[in-house]
């Protein structure tokens, strides 16, 4: 006669119903902001051929190859939408301004991205080092309304506007940046007394544990596509690294046959941060790394029944010159 009473009461505790079946994991979702600038208001900040081209390359990657939902993907390029509107309002395009590129990280995502989703931002377009000895002189991102007199002002520090998604330690966040702190083409300004090293730039990009930074060149400008149109050098290498539907690639696999491709190598491609090997951007991979629910509740599912990536690289974390020619 105790038996039903004691099967009820054990089913309780760990947090099944006795009536009905456990609700499925969510599976974790691809989130991205991609951003491409060719041209600047300002005309004394040199253009980017090719930059709004590659983003648009990305987004159609993510959408059409990998088989994300297209609402799950922002593309930010000049001629798009100037303003938001509410942050919960479906969005598909907006104009690359400091203020939006703000409001897409720092509002857009964290109102869609739960634990255990993976969170891209790509950007194409000019940066600029900081001041060299200057400890309070930051490394930036040029959006569309930067102004070359005023750079240190109005340039976007992305390490800030990552900070707080990033310190939850809750989603892997993959930086892929698609120029160089000399520039894209061409500098984007007189690079005297500007530090051209990314080196302090990656350490701030990835000092939270799940962090990871892609940076297309070091030292010199990033090439500008051919007259041909094909993609960047960037672009090209790191899409093409991620594999096929039939045959995908993780990304520490993607990592290592970029790293290979030899205008990348020539540019001076770096990478720094940690990559586990359950990071991907194709969903079945992604879906795959989260493990099987059970009955009664673990450390690694959270009150929502979401799994968190685990909160620590599972290979050393590195920031180097990535790769030489083999």
Known sequence: MMR?????????????SAFAQPAPMRAPKLWAVVVGIDAYEDPAIPACKGAESDARAIRSWLVDTAGW??????LMEPGAPKRPGPAAQ???RLSPSRENLDWAVKEWLPLRVKPGDVVLI???GQAIGG????VGSRDLLLP????????????WVLPDAIDTLASRGENPILLWLDTSLSGRGRPAANLAGRRTSPARWLGELTRWPGTAAWIAAEGKPVALPGPDGNRGAFANAVLSAMGTPERPKNLLGGLFEAGRDPRLVDQGFRAAGGLGPEWSLWPKMIAAAVPPRRNCSSSAATPTGSWRWPSRPTVPRWSRRAWTRR
């Open 144 to 155: 569309l309304d930067a102004r070359s007199d005023r750079l240190d002002d109005s340039g």
């Open 4 to 16: 039903p009473l004691r099967l009820a009461v054990l089913m309780s505790l760990c947090g099944v």
């Open 69 to 74: 939902e297209g609402s799950q993907v922002l």
């Open 122 to 124: 790509a950007f194409a």
């Open 131 to 134: 001041k060299e000895g200057d």
């Open 90 to 92: 479906q969005i598909g």
